[in-house]
């Protein structure tokens, strides 16, 4: 039993956090639920409270003391002001992954810390795994489409040793039916579709409040104009929505934007997303966090998108801020911006942020 160790568990008022909690309370862990208060802007509608509701009714059904994190700051400067910032200079950030750095295992941490708590849980689908020394090692969640690990490539070990994760090591189905026997308020909940803090607006819409987007136009790969898009810096490389094509084609497929030119403020689409080989081009990484030594020449699995199937690299360069890494197989090319997280099969070792 863990009757002394007091873990403070990020209610977010779904099902996944709510059922993190019934499980360290199971384990005999004095558990706090905690509700984190982040920032939107005024323009956008926010079901915050609504969220803060269920997340309490959680608490009050788990017979659990219910507390509130105020993180609005760190989310407005460390998040959102970085994330429009970004897209300003034509990069292209996750801001979900900022979050995780910045507030739930930033701002919310310390909350605990200072309020007596051993460490803090949230209902992401990934497992803290001791090896044989004992540490925290990062690894995929068991239910590979929840798998969340992409989100959490920036946790130092620091902030790995303080964190638990619940209900990584079972498939999402069976959380649902967990939370559905102890009758838990939220078994039924949708899960939430949102992006961090832009919840369902889309981005151009967001981003339109604070960047001046000019419409353009939307050329093929001949440089022909065939329609027009709402501003360059708002795409993402293999983008296949939010652009406009004019041209008459009855039988037209898909198309994905494969490159972007925001001096010329147009977009170039193609039937495919663009793609280039290992033999003709490398990743180019800074920002490097790494939880454990990678040798050069080292062969490792690399995801630069959530949900991406992962393809295999070897390591060329590394350095204390940067890293080059050679894909082995065809792979698409990432944005600038983009998190670019690495593997050792299961074990998520870090990342870096594509340059």
Excluded at 97 to 116: D, I, P, S, T
Excluded at 208 to 216: A, M, Q, T
Excluded at 266 to 290: N, Y
Aim: glycine share 8%; aromatic share 8%; charged share 25%.
């Amino acid at each position: 039993m863990n009757t002394q160790k007091t873990v403070f568990v990020g209610l977010s008022g779904g099902v996944d956090s709510s059922v993190a909690a019934l499980r360290l309370i199971n384990d005999g862990y004095n558990v706090v639920g905690v509700f984190i208060k982040v920032w939107h802007p005024d323009f956008m509608v926010c079901n915050w409270e609504q969220e803060r509701l269920d997340a309490m009714r959680v608490a009050a059904h788990l017979d659990i003391p219910f507390l509130t994190c105020d993180a609005e700051a760190e989310y407005r400067d460390e998040v959102a002001k970085v994330f429009i910032d970004e897209y300003r200079q034509g990069r292209t950030p996750n801001p979900d992954v900022m979050c995780n750095q910045h507030v739930k295992f930033g701002a919310f941490l310390r909350f605990a810390e200072a309020k007596g708590a051993d460490c803090i849980a949230t209902g992401h689908y990934a497992q803290n795994i001791a090896n044989k020394n004992g540490d925290a090692e990062l690894h995929r969640g068991i239910d590979t489409n929840k798998d969340q690990t992409y989100f959490l490539w920036t946790l130092s070990n620091a902030q790995l040793e303080k964190s638990m994760f619940p209900v990584g090591n079972t498939d999402k189905e069976e959380i649902r039916k967990e939370a559905n026997v102890a009758g838990i308020p939220t078994a039924q909940k949708k899960d939430s579709q949102g992006i961090c803090f832009l919840g369902h607006v889309d981005i151009p819409e967001f981003l339109s409040h604070y960047i001046d987007l000019v419409p353009g136009n939307v050329l093929n790969i001949k440089g022909d104009i065939v329609g027009s898009h709402q501003g360059a810096l708002v795409y993402t490389l293999g983008q296949r929505h939010g652009f406009s094509i004019t041209t008459k084609d009855n039988a037209r497929t898909a198309l994905f934007v494969i490159e972007r030119d925001i001096d010329k403020n147009t977009i170039t689409v193609d039937t495919a997303p663009k793609r280039s080989t290992a033999d003709a081009d490398t990743i180019e990484l800074c920002k490097i966090l790494l939880r454990c030594d990678l040798q050069l020449g080292e062969n490792i699995d690399v995801q630069y998108r959530y949900r991406q199937k992962f393809f295999s690299a070897n390591v060329t360069l590394i350095t204390d801020d940067r890293m080059s890494i050679k894909p082995t197989e065809t792979f698409e090319q990432p944005a600038i911006g983009q998190s670019c997280v690495l593997y050792r099969g299961m074990h998520c070792i870090g990342g870096g942020i594509v340059t």
